[in-house]
């Protein structure tokens, strides 16, 4: 079983900064999609950020040039820099891994980390 853990988050006023990490608990998750989504109240979850093992990244529009995901895999961390903070950013944000490129793996086929909450308030 593989463990994601955010933390970060927190309350921040609007165009200031904040930076989410996600520990896991698996050094082979390395290989693995990893991703940030976020859910607003009353809202659907949704995509924010991810980055694969090539470290391509894929971002929504709402927060490109804004977001930055990256990872460093010495320390088993993905991390979102988010700068430029919007109320509307306001969200849980969850870390999310994808496994199904890891050669020979088995298991499930993606795992989602317990949230943090991201307030952007003045």
């Known amino acids: 079983q593989v463990q994601l853990v955010e933390s970060g988050g927190g309350l921040v006023q609007p165009g200031n900064s904040l930076r989410l990490s996600c520990a896991y608990s698996?050094?082979?998750?390395?290989?693995?999609?990893m991703g940030w989504y976020r859910q607003a109240p009353g809202k659907q979850r949704e995509l924010v950020a991810t980055?694969?093992?090539?470290?391509?990244?894929n971002y929504a529009d709402s927060v490109k040039g804004r977001f930055t995901i990256s990872r460093d895999n010495a320390k088993n961390t993905v991390y979102l820099q988010m700068n430029s903070l919007k109320p509307e950013d306001t969200a849980v944000y969850y870390c999310?891994?994808?496994?199904?490129?890891?050669?020979?793996?088995?298991?499930?086929?993606?795992?989602w980390g317990q949230g943090t909450q991201v307030t952007v308030s003045s």
């Open positions: 999310h891994a994808d496994p199904r490129a890891i050669r020979d793996y088995v298991g499930p086929n993606e795992y």
């Open positions: 698996r050094s082979v998750f390395g290989l693995a999609v």
């Open positions: 980055i694969n093992s090539g470290d391509s990244t």
